[in-house]
């Protein structure tokens, strides 16, 4: 695309989290895309450090998946999803759900992360409401939790401005402190030592409220969206006793730790502790096809089942199981596993952590932390301007030609795992001169 047309009509896009009047100003527009890289409109090259949104993990444009969404599209463009199937949807289900943990084994497919949110959300209030404890009714989140932007999502997510236009939310909602914690945790390598005492303060919402009425609890394993928080040593499991003890769902969104990220398939066998249910999206489908899911327990599902003949959950898209997400996501599941994708995640996060700790001697940056493929930096905010700082970093490295991700001063990079060791080095490189040429 000429640079100049592209300058003169971008005024009819809304875009969204973008500062549109800022980004219009100064576009930059993405034309082409092929394994590690980007072209931009101007014809560069942008070595993709972000996995495009945490969600190209096996790279972009791969031929059997680009295949296998040409060939689907041609055969079968769409079928209805209510009282009718088609065969792709119960073989991707199948097979996804073989790839979880046993009794994590029903696949309930949606368009996205967000849709995934408020359904396994939806989920959690039928389920009890079905076996006669419809008084568990309350949803527990944590502060600083993203779970997209439905209206479930911001209510149980944590991230202020979100939230802040949008009235009153679901009620019936609380919240479990963040984990971060820079003065005990900065710097760590993997799983900070300190915080895993901060799950008992789900005990205290617990005894607040008291647990009939509590449906479930919600977080990321690892916080992606607010800056990388790794989970402290024996959070999660501290978590998923009280769950278990107090009859409480717990809600695993696994959004962005999910299909390899961590270095195992998901952030359940990194860390060995296992959900009641799971959120899934953007590396279902390598995010060539809009597509997310709620993978629910044996347990879950046999409660809905039990329910009188007829429809067992009012809920579900237009576009739920859609047959091109469905073909992209047995093909992005056949490269996951033909490639080894998940194991050479594993195998480069040695390497992958050295590089983003070797910034460590810069200024400004206060903390860097990491997990498996993803990492993050945290710069001082700016006084009297937060968020600049991690911007302009942000934009350097673009305009040197790698593309990562800011949240306010935070730098998040997380690249498709095809990635190669002297590109890690490349990614870190440019974030080096970003970061020293910023003030
Ligand atoms: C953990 C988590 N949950 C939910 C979402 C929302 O996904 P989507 O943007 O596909 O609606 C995201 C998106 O980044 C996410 O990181």
Redesign the pocket.
């Known amino acids: 695309m000429d640079a100049q047309v592209a300058t003169n009509s971008l005024d009819a896009f809304w875009m969204p989290f973008t500062a549109n009047r800022q980004f219009k100003a100064a576009p930059r527009l993405l034309v082409g895309a092929k394994d590690m890289h980007y072209t931009s409109h101007d014809g560069r090259q942008v070595l993709d450090g972000a996995a495009g949104?945490?969600c190209v993990n096996a790279g972009h444009c791969r031929p059997r998946i680009v295949e296998a969404i040409q060939r689907q599209a041609a055969q079968m463009d769409f079928s209805p999803a209510f009282q009718m199937g088609h065969p792709l949807a119960f073989e991707a289900a199948q097979r996804l759900s073989a790839m979880l943990p046993d009794g994590l084994d029903h696949v309930f497919y949606v368009n996205?992360?967000?849709?995934?949110?408020d359904t396994a959300l939806k989920i959690a209030l039928a389920y009890h409401r079905m076996r006669g404890e419809g008084a568990r009714t309350r949803l527990i989140g944590r502060e600083r939790g993203?779970?997209?932007?439905g209206f479930g999502?911001i209510s149980v997510g944590g991230i202020g401005p979100n939230r802040r236009h949008f009235g009153t939310m679901l009620g019936g909602v609380d919240h479990m402190p963040h984990t971060h914690d820079l003065a005990r945790n900065a710097h760590s390598r993997g799983q900070p030592l300190h915080g895993a005492e901060l799950a008992d303060q789900l005990e205290r919402i617990v005894a607040l409220h008291d647990p009939s009425t509590i449906a479930a609890v919600i977080v990321?394993p690892l916080a992606?969206?607010t800056g990388v928080l790794v989970p402290p040593v024996g959070y999660l499991e501290r978590l998923r006793e009280i769950c278990t003890r107090h009859g409480i769902l717990l809600i695993f969104?696994e959004?962005?730790s999910g299909f390899g990220r961590l270095g195992s398939p998901f952030a359940i066998d990194r860390f060995g502790v296992v959900p009641d249910l799971v959120?899934l999206?953007?590396g279902i489908t390598n995010a060539t096809v809009p597509m997310?899911a709620v993978v629910a327990s044996t347990t879950v599902h046999e409660a809905f089942m039990a329910a009188p003949a007829g429809i067992e959950f009012y809920h579900g898209y237009t576009y739920s199981s859609h047959v091109l997400a469905c073909a992209a996501s047995i093909a992005t599941l056949d490269t996951y596993r033909d490639e080894g994708l998940f194991e050479r995640a594993a195998e480069l996060s040695p390497d992958f952590e050295e590089a983003a700790h070797s910034l460590q001697d810069l200024d400004h940056v206060i903390d860097i932390r990491n997990l498996g493929m993803v990492a993050g930096i945290e710069l001082a905010p700016r006084p009297g301007a937060p968020g600049a700082r991690g911007y302009e970093v942000f934009v350097a490295c673009y305009e040197a030609g790698v593309l990562v991700r800011a949240t306010g001063d935070i730098l998040a990079i997380s690249p498709p795992l095809i990635i190669s060791r002297a590109q890690i080095d490349e990614v870190f490189a440019a974030l080096r001169a970003a970061i020293l040429k910023v003030p």
């Open positions: 949104l945490w996205s992360g967000s849709e995934a949110v993203y779970h997209g932007v999502g990321e992606g969206s969104d959004v962005i959120c999206a953007k997310g």
